[in-house]
């Protein structure tokens, strides 16, 4: 069952005309990986104490959408999509500002195709006769402003983690084995599959910085000086990512202003960004 739902998915991302637009030659991802976790991996509520108490659970995230009680067992499905070659090398001569490539990725691919994929494996998993919700795109999702900056209730990149998709590194991105030039999303069904194992020991351990101190590269590809050797600055970050110049950039390009153009530069031009190295 594991096979038909992963190839499924990987159809869906190859043959979709909305993975791309129509006018231009590039698609927004390659082909994508697929791995699950047991809703029982104790990660799940050690989060809680990780994140913050109010990171929901699998269980917590099901229930909200179907009902107290309504989750007994099931599954994590976490999906990495990892950004297509063309804008990737779009974003590398990149030394300030996003490329038009990547402005667009996040105006249609971000919202508009990966809208549609999550539809479609809930209702590949219906029609096999289980329930299933993304999180966080679900009623229940929430961000709330912390004093580190903005914090969701359901982190894609822990998910991901505890499928065993990868480690997170010093950007606070996620490196996968198709790299940190990525999206991620993860489906909650009371499907039961089986759990894909964690090969990396440490949670930073992908990331050449943080489990050597070399490499760096993100650090200087920053052009919000937003990551040190210490970590990232979620909030200069996301002010750099939302400044009024990259909204209208967006809309110029034809993207849309509310997400504005992005940067995305720490993820392209680094060892990291296509593969785990």
């Known amino acids: 069952m594991e096979d038909q739902l992963t190839n499924s998915i990987r159809d869906f991302v190859s043959e979709n005309?909305?993975?791309?637009?129509?006018?231009?030659?590039?698609?927004?991802?390659?082909?994508?990986l697929v791995k699950f976790a047991t809703i029982n991996d104790?990660?799940?509520?050690?989060?809680k104490e990780i994140i913050g108490s109010f990171h929901l659970t699998p269980r917590e995230a099901f229930e909200l959408e179907f009902g107290e009680k309504s989750f007994h067992s099931g599954t994590v499905i976490s999906i990495v999509l990892p950004i297509s070659e063309f804008i990737r090398k779009s974003n590398r001569v990149q030394t300030e500002f996003a490329s038009r490539e990547w402005a667009l990725l996040r105006s249609f691919g971000d919202e508009n195709f990966i809208s549609k994929l999550v539809i479609f494996t809930i209702e590949q998993l219906k029609q096999q006769g289980f329930r299933a919700l993304a999180p966080g795109k679900?009623?229940?999702?929430?961000?709330?402003?912390?004093e580190s900056g903005a914090t969701s209730n359901?982190?894609?990149r822990h998910?991901?983690?505890?499928?065993?998709?990868?480690?997170?590194?010093?950007?606070?991105?996620?490196?996968?084995?198709?790299?940190?030039a990525i999206r991620l999303i993860s489906i909650v069904t009371d499907a039961v599959f089986s759990p894909n194992k964690r090969t990396v020991k440490l949670h930073n351990e992908n990331c050449l910085f943080c489990k050597k101190g070399s490499?760096?590269?993100c650090i200087r590809r920053c052009p919000a000086g937003a990551i040190t050797k210490d970590g990232h600055d979620k909030k200069k970050c996301y002010a750099f990512t939302y400044i009024e110049e990259g909204?209208?950039?967006s809309v110029a390009w034809g993207g849309q202003y509310d997400f504005g153009s992005g940067c995305g530069l720490c993820q392209t031009k680094v060892p990291c960004e296509f593969r785990c190295p």
């Open 17 to 32: 005309n909305y993975n791309g637009i129509s006018d231009t030659e590039f698609q927004y991802f390659d082909e994508p």
């Open 42 to 47: 104790p990660l799940f509520e050690k989060y």
């Open 138 to 146: 679900s009623k229940g999702f929430k961000i709330s402003s912390t």
């Open 154 to 156: 359901w982190s894609e």
């Open 159 to 180: 998910i991901a983690y505890v499928a065993g998709q990868g480690s997170f590194s010093l950007n606070d991105g996620f490196i996968s084995e198709k790299g940190m």
């Open 215 to 217: 490499c760096g590269a």
């Open 247 to 249: 909204r209208q950039r």
